[in-house]
């Protein structure tokens, strides 16, 4: 009976051309011959409802905010129940095939028109193909996706570095403090890099070789917040000598001058962001809104006080930017624990790769201010060496827990995602800081 009624809503939903009912049919025929042990029809309908909903989608192309929200509230039921059970059915590609179509859908789609390219992330076998010659690329990293824990792949993993593409709550999982059973920690044999989709990876990879910039750098440290309004109340955002300082110290290594205090706007920000090969930003950040908190133009004790607008550098104002940055460093109190979305990317750190960054090196916990200091020296003489971003990050990680920072809790919060990038600083004002890293 329950089938009967269903089938007939289907009908209506077709005739008057309402494509998210459809898709709600077709959801709710699937759950029926699940729960029936009919699996073959059910992957059937799970087959129709992605269609459906792909066709729903883009209607939306023009409207990423849109088609996340979408995707969010109704798409991720289909995606994930038609890959369990062809993962259940012995199709472990096939089950991967699904789990990618969905995990890259917004993100993706705002690469592809950032990039320019004209292809449309769809079930279209022909995409696979292209994010298979990146998986046979990338065959000696052992490309893998995991989910919670790094044991069922343990004997894959062959390559001094890993590829892991995280999904929801996974992007939480420190897997660089990963333990064997002899207590060896996963980033003491592997240099790890995380990728939202094997889709955004190809993106990047496959993008123009002169579309990101190979000189200059934009170091913002401890703007001068002061009293603004947030949340509709009166606050007032500390300063953080530690960040001032950490600006300071990279500054000195690249040969740029920093944004600091009164001069760390948002405005001066946004005019540089996008002319630069380098991005640092220290400075205060929202767990949960993925905002970061710059200087306003206008500082005041008095009403009225600077708006959100007047300040927070938002991801919407990262995505509009057109970044052609290799590398951004988020150096922010819990800057990369934005709310998890189901493009698999947290916080602002989506909007920087969504907009043009190659690369993004985030933290996901606050450390101390002295691990601070003494993380961000490391990585960035590892970088003016000429070793890549990985290796940079897992020299640091490793000096970190053999010169008095152990904890987990010091060594583990930073994670690169994105592409792995190196830089040539022959052309950087950077002679002192060259020698000085080329002496240790």
Known sequence: MAEEYI????????????????????????????????????????????????????????????????????????YKLFSKLLSSSGKAEDALYVQELRRARGLADMMAARYSVQEQISGNPQSWRGIQEIIKREADCACLYISIIIAPVASLLKHPEIIIVPDSCTYQVPFAALA??????????????????????????????????????????????????????????????????????????????????????????????????????????DAKRGEIALSPEHLTLLPPFPREEDYLLTMADISKARLRAKLVVLSCCHSARGQIRTEGVIGIARAFVGSGA???????????????????????????????????????????????????????????????????????????????????
């Open 7 to 78: 089938k007939k809503a289907l009908l209506l939903s077709r005739d008057i051309g309402h494509k998210l009912k459809e898709f709600q049919c077709f959801c709710s025929l699937s759950v029926l011959k699940v729960s029936k042990s009919h699996l073959e029809e059910a992957s059937l309908y799970l087959f129709q409802s992605i269609v459906v909903f792909d066709t729903l989608r883009g209607s939306l192309k023009d409207n990423d905010q849109f088609q996340t929200s979408l995707l969010e509230e109704h798409g991720t039921f289909s």
């Open 358 to 440: 190659r690369s993004v090196l985030a933290a996901r916990w606050a450390l101390d201010d002295t691990a601070t200091e003494q993380f961000m020296t490391c990585f960035y003489k590892h970088l003016l060496r000429g070793e890549s971003a990985s290796e940079s990050l897992h020299m640091s990680r490793d000096w970190m827990r053999h010169n008095g920072f152990d904890k987990i809790s010091q060594w583990a919060p930073f994670m690169l995602m994105g592409d792995n990038v190196t830089f040539d600083f022959a052309n950087w004002p950077v002679p002192n800081a060259l020698q000085e890293a080329e002496a240790e």
């Open 180 to 285: 064997d059973e002899g207590g060896k920690y996963l980033s003491e044999t592997c240099k790890i890099r995380m990728v939202s989709s094997l889709t955004t990876l190809k993106y990047v990879q496959n993008s123009p070789p002169d579309y990101h910039i190979q000189t200059g750098a934009l170091i913002v440290g401890d703007p001068e917040v002061g009293a603004v309004i947030y949340k509709e109340k009166r606050r007032i955002i500390t300063p953080l000598l530690c960040a001032r300082k950490e600006a300071e110290m990279i500054g000195r290594l690249l040969g740029v001058t920093p944004l600091i205090g009164k001069s760390a706007t948002k405005h001066a920000a946004l005019q540089a962001i996008n002319s630069v090969s380098l991005i640092h930003i220290a400075a205060h950040g």
